[in-house]
């Protein structure tokens, strides 16, 4: 199934509504889809190179606006509709362990680690940010950042190298993203103990 619905992403990417699907599957990735939106705008920036950065700030808008979508699920009806989706992907008893252990310090390190690379999946990120209440403007912010980030770096590369950085980022980046957020984990825990010292 998952494989089906992979190929069928990738096929949208040669039809005239391309951009608007890659608005609607950043959309929805962020708060309730399985297949992420760099499966569309790969083959849409090395089709349309020129177009690069257009389609990244299309998927990044797309992707924050889906990325609040996700956020008022968690905070307005985590029992009632959260709840069942995290279930349907499997990722309830990790987030529940995440929703017990969390504060807004993690909230941002985790908001860093799935914008850039979905570790952990972006969805699981943005509802639980609106579950333990995190202020909507940072974010807003942040999943800007981030997504952005992602985003325009990737069309920035795939239309500079083209397909071979592709495989490269899809290889190495998780990799990249794991020293980011572990230096980053460092300096959280080692801010925290110098301000309560």
């Not at 989706?85 to 941002?108: C, N, P, Q, V």
């Not at 190298?161 to 993203?177: D, K, P, S, T």
Request: proline residues 4%.
């Amino acid at each position: 199934m998952l494989r089906r619905l992979y190929k069928w992403v990738l096929s949208l990417s040669a039809r005239p509504t391309a951009q608007i699907w890659l608005a609607v599957i950043a959309f929805v990735e962020s708060s309730i889809f399985l297949v992420p939106a760099d499966v569309l705008l790969l083959p849409m920036v090395l089709t349309q190179p020129k177009k690069a950065y257009r389609y990244a700030a299309i998927a990044t808008v797309a992707s924050v606006l889906g990325g609040i979508a996700g956020w008022a699920l968690g905070y307005f009806a985590y029992e009632t509709v959260a709840k069942p989706i995290l279930s349907f992907y499997g990722k309830l008893a990790e987030f529940e362990h995440l929703k017990a252990s969390i504060d807004d310090r993690w909230i941002l390190l985790l908001m860093i680690t799935s914008g850039i690379a979905h570790l952990p999946p972006i969805k699981v990120v943005t509802i639980l940010s609106g579950a333990v209440h995190m202020a909507l403007p940072v974010f807003i912010l942040c999943a800007a950042v981030t997504r952005g980030a992602r985003f325009f770096l990737f069309a920035y590369l795939v239309r500079r190298y083209g397909e071979a950085v592709a495989l490269f980022i899809e290889q190495r980046l998780n990799q990249i993203v794991l020293i980011v957020a572990a230096l980053a984990a460092a300096a959280i825990l080692l801010s925290g103990r110098f301000v309560t010292v």
